[in-house]
């Protein structure tokens, strides 16, 4: 199967009667739909949204819209709050990614032998990335909450001192993260746990008969055969954390300040709030880039299986 | 000698019992804690010390279900609107069965024709990378030219528009999904079909689709979800007639932020049916993520 799942072109239908010619138009019929969806809903408001990152388009401001070339852009590098919420945009994916695959992982090594009650515990820490992330957010929000919320009760409880989280712009950001973290430690924690399960047992096998410490068979044994799929779950979570709005979206709003405010809710707010349409597609255009970016050098830099195909 | 091995053993099963115990508390506390203040009074919601444990320390309590007006009560006057609850439910319903179906339809016919037939001037490759790139195009984006071309064309507040919107982020997912399935199901069977004179459309309906069920099931559970959870789309090109739950829980952060006991009640009617669905789809659900990931 792996093979053909590489991508190897797939042998054409030659029926008995030599149907190569009705084969060529039903490969049309069958891919086309959706390849024109994609491009007439898709693409083309890309280019659209391109095209606006392009203009001085201010719907409040009483002016037409006229053409500003690169001007958008130019504003967006003096931007201080562009900055801002792009930096907090990379350290929400940093932060949030690799921990949740290095907790993920924890947690698969944990899973990945006999114990009693494997598939409660399978089903119970699935819990969280089974939740609708606005409410998540939601439920985040009251646990955090300073005075009545049960995340400062417990640490008072335990004489340990309480924290500002969600109020606090030097904790926001960092409590956010950490709701990330509950959320989709549970995703990498089920593939990386069949990654796992899917690994040959005879090297392992041997390693325990040549006394090799569990230790040792972690860093030269597990680690190398699953990092594709280390990988793998790495792309995808960053492809998704770039995305995040959800949750900040409820917990705070971009706040305290502008402390939890990333570039989505920045262009969402530059554009939809604020109605300056062109500064906000050259937004969303940059972290656009930054995703397209990201995507190259992670597929290019990490080795991995060729994913795709 | 051996005993002091096997107590060592004993002790580090017990280490990870505990380890793992106390990490699934952690992941499944927020959810207890939204469900048993949703059936709290208000004075025992919203108030120091908090309170974990029906019946020993509340008392539970359907009024914050009266309150948001989903249990009819003469004498409670309700907070909240409830056709606005059910309505926006129902919306959310139609447009995760719409965009579901119109994703699944459209994403595993492609997903064939990529895994059976050669496309000679750009290779399947190159096609399907074009498909599942699209997985990385950052929502708000494409929400911008949306609003403006919603706007102009009428789509604005309509379950269309927003059932549209959503296919776009689906139907990447599903003919990933679907086409390495087909890839996995072996060529004999619709060859034999065709010899005996099936179209390739008939060798597929007929042969290959019901084959495919888990497949299907696999991706319409991950669309439905997708769909029902979706909010920047939602938000920005709904806001009356087509309005969908989750923007009504985004709303909740103006106004009624202290009413613990009904947002929780709203939180459950927003978390509870994903819930449900997902246990039912559970098989499905675990081995699309992993056929995705994984191959």
């Not at chain 1, 904790?171 to 069949?194: C, K």
């Not at chain 2, 010390?49 to 359907?62: H, I, N, R, S």
Request: overall charge positive.
């Amino acid at each position: 199967m792996s093979s053909i799942a590489l991508g190897a072109e797939a042998p054409s239908f030659k029926g008995r009667l030599g149907r190569v010619f009705s084969e060529r138009n039903a490969k049309f019929y069958f891919v086309l739909p959706a390849l024109l969806y994609l491009l007439i809903i898709g693409i083309f408001p890309l280019i659209f949204s391109l095209g606006l990152s392009f203009l001085n388009w201010d719907v409040a401001a009483q002016r037409p819209m006229s053409f500003a070339g690169l001007d958008n852009y130019a504003e967006l590098f003096r931007d201080d709050r562009f900055w801002r919420t792009f930096l907090n945009t990379i350290l929400f994916v940093i932060g949030a990614v690799t921990l949740e695959v290095i907790f993920g992982f924890g947690l698969a090594l944990l899973l990945n032998r006999e114990i009693r009650g494997q598939t409660v515990f399978r089903v119970l820490l699935m819990l969280p990335m089974m939740a609708t992330p606005v409410a998540v957010g939601y439920i985040w929000r009251m646990l955090y909450h300073v005075t009545n919320g049960p995340i400062n009760h417990v640490l008072r409880v335990l004489h340990l001192p309480i924290g500002m989280w969600l109020s606090d712009g030097s904790t926001s950001l960092m409590s956010v993260i950490f709701t990330d973290i509950w959320q989709w430690t549970p995703f990498a924690f089920i593939i990386l746990l069949a990654g796992l399960q899917s690994l040959p047992t005879e090297p392992f096998e041997a390693a325990k008969v040549d006394g090799a410490s569990s230790l040792q068979t972690l860093y030269y044994l597990t680690l190398p055969m699953i990092r594709p799929i280390l990988v793998i779950v790495f792309l995808l979570r960053m492809v998704e954390a770039i995305k995040i709005f959800d949750i900040i979206y409820v917990m705070t709003a971009g706040g305290p300040g502008m402390s939890t405010e990333t570039s989505t809710m920045y262009a969402k707010l530059v554009s939809l709030t604020q109605f300056r349409l062109g500064y906000g597609a050259a937004i969303a255009y940059v972290l656009l880039i930054l995703s397209i970016i990201v995507f190259i050098i992670l597929t290019r830099v990490l080795p991995t299986e060729v994913e795709m195909e | 000698m051996l005993g002091s091995r096997r107590a060592r053993r004993r002790l580090g099963n017990v280490l990870l019992y505990v380890v793992l115990i106390t990490i699934t508390v952690v992941m499944v506390f927020p959810v207890y804690w939204t469900f048993v203040t949703a059936f709290k009074f208000p004075r025992d919601a919203f108030t120091y010390p908090p309170k974990y444990v029906p019946y020993v320390q509340f008392e539970p309590t359907l009024f914050a279900w009266r309150d948001v007006g989903l249990i009819k009560d003469p004498t409670q006057r309700g907070t909240h609107d409830p056709t606005t609850i059910l309505y926006t439910l129902r919306n959310s319903v139609i447009t995760a069965i719409g965009s579901t179906a119109v994703s699944v339809i459209l994403g595993s016919l492609a997903a064939y024709g990529l895994a059976r037939f050669e496309f000679k001037r750009w290779k399947n490759r190159d096609i399907a990378f074009f498909i599942l790139s699209q997985r990385m195009l950052p929502p708000i984006v494409l929400v911008i030219p949306y609003f403006i071309l919603y706007t102009r064309l009428g789509l604005i507040d309509t379950w269309h528009g927003l059932i549209i919107a959503h296919t776009v982020a689906n139907l990447p997912f599903v003919v990933w999904i679907m086409r390495g399935f087909f890839l996995g199901i072996p060529k004999e069977l619709e060859e034999s079909a065709r010899i005996d004179g099936c179209s390739y459309f008939q060798a597929f309906r007929s042969i290959i689709l019901p084959l495919s069920l888990p497949g299907l099931a696999a991706t319409s559970a991950f669309t439905t979800i997708f769909s029902w959870n979706e909010l920047l789309f939602a938000i920005t090109l709904t806001f009356r007639k087509a309005q969908t739950f989750p923007t009504v829980v985004a709303g909740l952060t103006h106004g009624s932020a202290a009413l613990w006991w009904d947002i929780s009640a709203m939180l459950l009617l927003a978390i509870v049916p994903v819930f449900i669905f997902v246990l039912i789809f559970q098989k499905y659900i675990v081995a699309g993520l992993t056929l995705g990931a994984l191959k």
